[in-house]
T-cell receptor
């Protein structure tokens, strides 16, 4: 049973559009929430991360929104580009263990 | 600086065979983990280590063994391969101080027939 529930499973967005991926959790012991980006044939790579005392974090075109009371967080990819086509995983940490969502495959159409 | 190196990249095993997936990191990281990735299930933790000589089980440890005799190496052993162990396996490492997430290797794609 996954501790972090991620949706949607896949999405298609036009170049320049906004991609939104949502994650939810129940375990209040989670204290760090990273997002990973994975290209085919490669290992996941850390994209951006947030701590629960922050409601939003932005790095370039990528923004995490965090709602501690709802136990939800989301990744927004602004001005989506074909190079953003990848699988995105949300994760949550307790100690040094990460629990991952099931992943969202994002396809950006030119 | 190679990061996290996994070998082999691909492997086909027959049911019942044993093998070792190799993982090495050159970043002097204390934390190392093994994950398996299956479609629709994300990454699931198999075993992890917080330093040389210290290992523990993750979510899905059955059928796997690990050891950590050095900081650099963290091999994963499949004792008697089963078709259910067909998966992509990732090794990852992280520094202890200010944990900011794992650096992953490029994976080993294992097929058990």
């Amino acid at each position: 049973q996954q501790q972090v529930k991620q949706s949607p499973q896949s999405l298609i967005v036009q170049k320049g559009g906004i991609s939104i991926i949502n994650c939810a959790y129940e375990n209040t012991a989670f204290d760090y929430f990273p997002w990973y980006q994975q290209f085919p044939g490669k290992g996941p790579a850390l994209l951006i991360a947030i701590r629960p005392d922050v409601s939003e974090k932005k790095e370039g075109r990528f923004t995490i929104s965090f709602n501690k009371s709802a136990k939800q967080f989301s990744l927004h990819i602004m001005d989506s580009q074909p190079g953003d086509s990848a699988t995105y995983f949300c994760a949550a940490r307790t100690g040094y263990k990460l629990s991952f969502g099931a992943g969202t495959t994002v396809t950006v159409r030119a | 600086n190679a990061g996290v190196t996994q070998t082999p990249k691909f492997q086909v095993l027959k049911t019942g065979q044993s093998m070792t997936l190799q993982c090495a990191q050159d970043m002097n990281h204390e934390y190392m983990s093994w994950y398996r990735q299956d479609p629709g299930m994300g990454l699931r933790l198999i075993h992890y280590s917080v330093g040389a000589g210290i290992t523990d089980q993750g979510e899905v440890p059955n059928g796997y063994n690990v050891s950590r005799s050095t900081t650099e190496d963290f091999p994963l052993r499949l004792l008697s391969a089963a078709p259910s162990q067909t998966s992509v396996y990732f090794c990852a490492s992280s520094a202890q101080q200010g944990f900011i997430g794992y650096t992953f290797g490029s994976g080993t794609r294992l097929t058990v027939v």
